[in-house]
């Protein structure tokens, strides 16, 4: 068996996560945001269990990885691009039947006078990131409708935190919009926001990282955690009271303990600031991590499941005890870093 670091895929629980979320609103289509290489962990193994789950709708950010959508969803999936056309690719949105979303003038401009398809139009009400500007007057307004938008989107900035007057006010925005385009479907709400309420749901909700087992949702909402990630113990040893451990010494035991150095390191996407924060499980057991995180290498704390603590048993850094968000939490970062940033060398499983 390799020593590798290990990321066992539960596309089962994935396609779960998302019926679970679909229950959220019933007369709402339920999108599944892929992009990213489905947040690492692969998108068209995810891609194909979540439609046969049911999963129509899939979000991507390229034209490229539509392309892989498109083979492992199937002709009839509705596949969206976030970050919209430019000239090189009209061709492969026609080809492939992708959906452009249009964010700035310039896409509308391009969309307009190039071979084209099917697009959405995506407005900022808040974000300031990407989107068409709010202040459109009439004449504009209806140029964009004679485009035959599929879709009008917008994204909220502050939906993990349900009391910011910021959902609100973007919400508020996102109605005058909708209203300037009555027989389009419209959707804002990103996998926190289908935990905002009936109200952001509208048409479409586009869940992303909650599918993956992320987000801190309300206790009536149950995801399942979809991958667990698994390191080697490559040794384990004896640690007297005053010993500093890792680069630096940043940690120096208080009293004599086992220590287990597991395969895992910065390389793999496990970020240095968990060093002397994370916790791996053994056998459903918490070792702390001590010292700082090298890159291949992690060392832990084994004293109390020192039975376990074998050469070749695995120790579980990101699963059902190992919660995706307490870990980046522990690290500084979010889940949606923690997931993406996993490393080529963290073999990829499916079950």
């Known amino acids: 068996m390799s020593q590798m670091p290990r990321a066992t895929v539960l596309t089962g629980n994935i396609a779960d996560n998302w019926r679970t979320l679909d229950a959220l609103h019933p007369g709402a289509t339920t999108a599944a945001v892929v992009k990213a290489d489905a947040y690492g962990l692969g998108a068209m193994r995810v891609a194909r269990a979540l439609r046969i789950a049911g999963c129509q ?181 004896s640690g007297q009271t005053g010993t500093k451990v890792g680069y630096g010494g940043t940690h120096t035991l208080p009293e004599d303990r086992i220590l287990a150095t597991c395969a895992l390191g910065y390389a793999d996407g496990i970020p240095r600031a968990g060093a002397n924060q994370i916790t791996g499980w053994l056998e459903g057991n918490p070792c702390p991590v001590l010292g700082r995180i090298s890159m291949d290498l992690i060392t832990l704390d084994v004293t109390d499941c020192v039975k376990h603590a074998k050469p070749g048993a695995r120790v579980e850094f990101l699963g059902e005890n190992a919660k995706l968000e307490v870990q980046a939490a522990a690290c500084g970062t979010l889940g949606y870093e923690l997931l993406t940033g996993l490393g080529p060398r963290v073999q990829r499983v499916y079950r």
């Open 57 to 237: 709708t899939f979000f991507v950010a390229y034209a490229e990885e539509g392309l892989i959508v498109r083979k492992a969803a199937g002709k009839a999936a509705r596949i969206f691009v976030l970050n919209g056309p430019v000239r090189s690719e009209m061709a492969t949105y026609r080809d492939a039947d992708l959906t452009a979303v249009l964010s700035s003038e310039a896409h509308v401009k391009l969309w307009g006078t190039a071979p084209k398809g099917s697009c959405a139009l995506h407005f900022d009400t808040g974000m300031n990131r990407l989107g068409l500007p709010m202040d459109m007057s009439e004449k504009d307004l209806a140029a964009l409708r004679r485009l035959q938008p599929v879709l009008i989107m917008s994204h909220l900035a502050c939906a993990d935190d349900p009391e910011n007057p910021a959902n609100t006010a973007q919400r508020k925005a996102f109605n005058e919009i909708s209203d300037a385009f009555p027989d389009t479907p419209a959707s804002l709400a990103n996998s926190n926001g289908c935990y905002l309420g009936k109200g952001f749901a509208y048409d479409l909700t586009r869940p992303g990282l909650a599918l993956y087992g992320g987000t801190t949702p309300p206790e009536k909402v149950k995801l399942k955690p979809g991958v667990i990630l698994e390191a080697s113990i490559l040794a384990t040893f």
